[in-house]
């Protein structure tokens, strides 16, 4: 069963302005992590936030995660039109098992 | 970072009958696992691929139709059997996880039912 819920669905913005998307979750976690995925094709793993941690950047990438509220944010800094993508959260305990949000549709307009 | 392929890429299917799907890793992994994305949606766990022994599947997912094998630490196949529209999907093989382990994932075949 899906944990996490992404918002928005659907994002529509233009080239060069910042893009955030939220996911919840339900249960306790080890880590969160971030996909990228176009047009159906393989994801691309982006960032991994570990439950200790509280915010992460990468490139322009900044993640953050409040584990009182069970909740992750992904910014996309100064997007590019090479940033259209989907983009899912992923929980995973100590299994190692992967629960999946609904996932983001991110449009940048050039 | 590992490097997957996975076998086909895509193919077409007439209903009724059986694909298998490969997943091909690099290097050595303990844990692999495959997932089902069905049009639009997002990513579901099928199994857990355990080297040695029967796979570990999700509620929802039977092993009469998705036998998996893994025979050693750096392959796995997924075989989807009497195959229906519903089956369309893409399947991802996926590896790594854990705890602290990023899991990385192949780039998926695209299966379509006729």
């Known amino acids: 069963s899906q944990q996490g819920e992404e918002d928005p669905q659907a994002l529509s913005i233009q080239e060069g302005e910042n893009a955030t998307m939220n996911c919840s979750y339900k249960?306790?976690?080890?880590?969160l992590q971030w996909y990228r995925q176009n047009s159906g094709r393989g994801l691309v793993h982006l960032i991994l936030?570990?439950?200790?941690?509280r915010e992460k950047h990468s490139g322009r990438l900044r993640v953050t995660l409040d584990t009182s509220k069970k909740s992750s944010s992904l910014l996309i800094t100064a997007s590019r039109a090479a940033d259209t993508a989907s983009y899912f959260c992923?929980?995973?305990?100590?299994?190692?098992?992967?629960?999946f949000g609904q996932g983001t549709t991110l449009q940048v307009k050039p | 970072s590992a490097v997957i392929s996975q076998k086909p890429s895509r193919d077409i299917c007439q209903r009724g009958t059986s694909l298998t799907i490969q997943c091909q890793v690099d290097?050595?992994?303990?844990?692999m696992f495959w997932y089902r994305q069905q049009p639009g949606q997002s990513l579901t766990l099928i199994a857990t691929?355990?080297?040695?022994?029967?796979?570990?599947?999700e509620s929802g997912f039977v092993i009469d139709k998705f036998p998996i094998s893994r025979p050693n630490l750096t392959f796995s196949t997924l075989t989807v059997s009497n195959m229906s529209p519903e089956d369309s999907s893409i399947y991802l093989c996926?590896?790594?996880?854990?705890?602290?382990?990023?899991?990385?994932f192949g780039p998926g075949t695209r299966l379509t039912v006729l």
């Open positions: 691929a355990n080297q040695g022994s029967e796979a570990t599947y």
């Open positions: 249960t306790s976690i080890n880590n």
């Open positions: 992923a929980t995973s305990g100590n299994t190692g098992k992967l629960i």
């Open positions: 936030i570990r439950s200790n941690e």
């Open positions: 290097s050595q992994v303990t844990m």
């Open positions: 996926s590896v790594g996880g854990g705890r602290l382990d990023t899991q990385y």
